[in-house]
């Protein structure tokens, strides 16, 4: 099978396409043929060994997919072969083939394909749950989303939108502001150009809002996060401008704001309640009509070029692999 490998830490300039042993599946596992893989920030830390898990050399990034089931290991009774699944691994989804443990497969909703069902689950679900399970947002509440056109901001503003929040986009230019506002955003603050802190509060007449999910991080996470009004919530979910930020507690302590912090891998474990209800309310509003954000496919032999456009912050929405094209 072809596979893109990391054989050196660094650039994502340095991935090859080779071919590899085909996989096969262990106790408890799946093996997925890959149909569609999406690129995810997260990935570019792992091939530069910035993750907050370290890959041993050399190995297949990827963390994110949908296929079809192609085997199943001993001890697996299902889903039968044949059935289209997506999933989220720590790396190796960038092949043509993926061998998980079952538990970490879902079920693709009705309506998405291959491409979108890859570019649908971690953001979907990382945004939901920042909004929803860890921001404890409701209808008709003012949220302000960093990053509004990346992968998981996009995401966010799509669901906030939709379950009836008024959205405050925050993004890099006004370009990007405009994708924003095609989800739903009600307004949006050029962080480059424009005073954050002071423009969240004049777009949300004045008082601050009352959540901000933040997945870039950097200088920006204090300047949003004084933009939260008296008991308001910030959730701290990425670091795409690459610098962790360091908030003054006094500013939690004054302002009687709470901070909190959203990791994927674990919620599974520690919240499969939320789990269980994140999976109906965004099955229903793929029915009702949402899909995510795909703003460019690429093939496999393509995958240096589409890492370092995320790394580079020159996307919107999702960027998705296609395993299937030539």
Known sequence: MRAARCTEYGSPSGLEVVEVDDLAPGPGEVLVTVHAAAVNFPDVLIVAN???ISAPLPFTPGSEFAGVIAALGPG????AVGTPVAGAVLGGAFAEQVVVPVAALRSVPDGLDMVHAAAFHVTYAT???SLVTVGQATSGEWTAILGAAGGVGSAAVDIAARLGMHVIAAAS???????????????GVDYVHEDLKTRIRELSGGAGVHLVIDPVGGDYSEAALRALRRGGRFVTIGYADGKIPRIPLNLVLLKDVVVRGFEIRTVRQYRPDAVVEADRVLGQLVRDGMRPLVSTVHRLEDVAVALTDVAERRTTGKVVIDMTAR
Do not use: I
């Open 50 to 52: 910035r993750y907050q």
């Open 127 to 129: 945004a939901y749950h």
């Open 173 to 187: 230019s006004a370009d990007r502001l405009a994708v924003a506002r095609k989800l739903g955003a009600e307004g």
């Open 76 to 79: 697996v009774d299902g889903p």
